[in-house]
């Protein structure tokens, strides 16, 4: 969460919005906005780091497999095909590696997590990996062209009841409709505004919420895949969401907005209404955590993690982790966040570095 596609989109647009995306019926009481607190370091007792691979993208966790599972694309330069490393949840031991012909960057996973799904994004295509054994169990091939014939390539990827959601970043962008068992294309959404990036199924509302590079929440509806709404925020501004996550019980919608905005916001999902606007700087990746009622955004540019309070949206915890703190992974039980540190690419668009995985115990 966090464009891919040309050379220029590898360096700019993917890195920005590569990181993957994560409510009922009154709105959260809206408070002033207070100053920032001085930044908490971490310390080592509740971070496990551990160099991981270049061109490191999104994250997901198997029960199944008892595993964390991390995509790469590997280098963008002279390097073919990526990687699909199986790690230890814990100690972020590499426990076994599937080398793909294909680079990897989004990834989600069934609700069983028998299979991994992942989007090969510069090829336009999505895989379907067995979790366990690591071998991909099947492939399948986007063939749609912008106007101008270039391809429309697929980024984030959310599964939900057999049917996985695709967003694919082009403009006009699309969502396709894919069946998860046989990996057969089963429609598509078109006119979905330009790149369509973050993607949430809402627990609260029983519809798919697309984010998209012209400043659009898209309100669809699973069973005619109709877009019944887009949200704006009508402020004015120029904005391009990138990722979104949601609080089920309250009914907010968190989008994070990297744009000429550098923001998140928070809509209310029932009436489309912007309910609180987040002036935390530059916004990337989202996750709510409802066991511990806080909210976790990644800062690229200012190389941070923040950790707020969800319901006074107060700055909690601040981390360095310089330089570019990308996708972000919640266990199950909230206690523990993964987030992915990436590096800069050089003008050759090689990586300055290696890029890193991170395991905070929260506390």
């Known amino acids: 969460m966090n464009p891919l596609f040309s050379n220029k989109l590898a360096r700019s647009a993917l890195a920005m919005i590569i990181a993957l995306p994560l409510a009922a019926c009154q709105a959260p009481v809206s408070t002033p906005k207070a100053p920032l607190p001085p930044q908490v370091n971490a310390t080592a007792s509740n971070i496990t780091e551990r160099e991981l691979s270049s061109g490191l993208y999104e994250l997901t966790y198997s029960a199944k497999a008892h595993a964390l599972f991390a995509a790469t694309a590997q280098s963008f330069k002279d390097v073919n095909g990526g990687v699909i490393y199986r790690l230890d949840p814990t100690t972020l031991a590499i426990l076994g590696q599937t080398h793909t012909d ?4 989004g990834m989600a996973r069934d609700d069983q997590g028998d299979t991994l799904y992942v989007t090969q994004t510069l090829d336009s295509s999505v895989s379907a990996i067995d979790a366990v054994s690591g071998k991909v169990k099947a492939r399948l091939t986007f063939k749609d062209k912008n106007p101008d014939g270039k391809a429309v390539h697929p980024r984030e990827i959310i599964w939900h009841d057999g049917t996985l959601y695709i967003g694919g970043v082009g403009d006009p962008g699309i969502i396709w409709i894919v069946d998860a068992n046989t990996l057969q294309l089963k429609g598509q959404i078109n006119h979905a505004g330009k790149w369509v990036t973050g993607l949430l199924w809402s627990r609260a509302t029983q519809r798919l919420y697309a984010a998209n590079g012209s400043g659009e929440i898209m309100v669809i509806n ?17 904005h391009m969401f990138l990722n979104l996550a949601e609080d089920a019980q309250s009914g907010r919608l968190f989008a994070t907005d990297n744009s000429a905005a550098k923001n998140t916001l928070v809509f209310d999902q029932h009436s489309g209404k912007v309910i609180k606007q987040l002036d935390v700087g530059d916004s990337l990746a989202i996750k709510f955590n409802p066991q511990r009622n806080e909210i976790y955004i990644t800062q690229r540019e200012s190389g941070k993690l923040l950790q707020l309070d969800a319901s006074s949206y107060a700055l909690k915890h601040s ?20 987030v992915t540190v990436k590096q800069p690419f050089n003008k050759d668009h090689s990586s300055k570095g290696v890029d890193k995985l991170l395991r905070i115990k929260l506390n």
């Open 102 to 105: 294909l680079k990897n960057f």
């Open 222 to 238: 699973p069973r005619s895949h109709k877009i019944e709404a887009r949200w704006t925020p009508d402020d004015g501004k120029k």
């Open 319 to 338: 981390w360095d982790l310089k330089p570019n703190p990308n996708s972000l992974l919640l266990s199950e039980d909230g206690q523990t966040l993964y």
